[in-house]
């Protein structure tokens, strides 16, 4: 049985009282939330103190980025994933679309982001996901197969372990416009069979697959109920303790 990831990310939104103030109203709405991982992901600045007021509790924390370095070095504006380690963080999230195509990162890059983490004891949430075109044009299996090869190469078994891949269709982060269970499921199920050709049965049986794009209390459950979406990445609606807590929380 994989054990869903509900997984927030804020992006560069809250400061570091309003993080606080985030995690202290969300942290008892999702206390008995054993059926799933719950994971945040605030920005650089924040980790350390929402990390330190979450120990012992159930909810992990993510950086949203980190460098490709693994090394200290002249590095200016960059973050190693060793310190992302060090301020408590379990895990970091590489590859976004937003850092894809704002910030230019290319398959090779978060490939590098992506060693750099296991390197560091990090879990890597891979995003990956065609824009509208890439679909209305056939390609987006393509893209997605060409994005993990990309992003996965030279990764051994147990590194793949320890990647959570989640797939966030362009078009649908922060429009509105979710995919429909059956359009997600088509595509985690091809995910996972591209993890069975190139990588084992075992670890593509074990691999979590989460959802992203427009992620909503009213969406998640018909989502979650596919038999390959294994989470979800949500954005918008993670800012606000409430309503993230009624996505962990979904109607099983
Ligand atoms: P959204 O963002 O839920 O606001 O669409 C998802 C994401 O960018 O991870």
Redo the contacts with the bound molecule.
């Keep these: 049985m994989r054990k869903p990831v509900i997984a927030g ?1 804020w ?1 560069m939104y809250k400061t570091v009282s309003e993080s606080v103030e985030t995690i202290l109203s969300l942290k008892p709405m999702v206390a008995n939330a054993n059926h799933c991982e719950v994971v945040v992901a605030p920005v650089f600045t924040a980790l350390k103190t929402v990390a330190d007021r979450l120990e012992g509790s159930n909810i992990q924390v993510s950086g949203q980025n980190c460098s490709t370095e693994m090394e200290y070095g002249a590095h200016t504006g960059e973050v190693a994933a060793v310190m992302l380690r060090d301020v408590g963080c379990t895990h970091v999230i590489v590859g ?3 850092r894809r195509e704002h910030y230019f990162e290319t398959d090779s890059m978060i490939n590098r982001k992506a060693q750099a983490a296991l390197a560091a004891d990090l879990t890597v949430i891979l ?1 990956v996901g065609e824009t509208l075109s890439q679909r209305d044009q056939g390609n987006a299996e393509r893209v997605v197969s060409g994005q993990l090869s990309g992003g996965l190469s030279g990764l051994t078994a147990s590194d793949l372990a320890r990647i959570i891949v ?1 797939y ?1 269709p362009v078009w ?4 509105g416009r979710t995919a429909t269970p059956e359009q997600a499921q088509e595509m985690h199920a091809f995910i996972r069979r591209v993890f069975t050709q190139r990588h084992s049965e075992e670890t593509a049986h074990g691999l979590r697959i989460l959802y ?4 909503k209390p009213d969406n998640i459950a018909g989502l979650m109920r596919k038999e390959d979406v294994d989470g979800a ?6 800012l606000d303790a409430e309503t993230f807590a009624g996505i962990v929380n979904y109607d099983r």
Excluded: R
């Design positions: 990310n992006k976004h679309s937003e995003c989640a966030e649908a982060i922060g429009t992203g794009g427009s992620v990445l949500v954005g918008g609606a993670s």
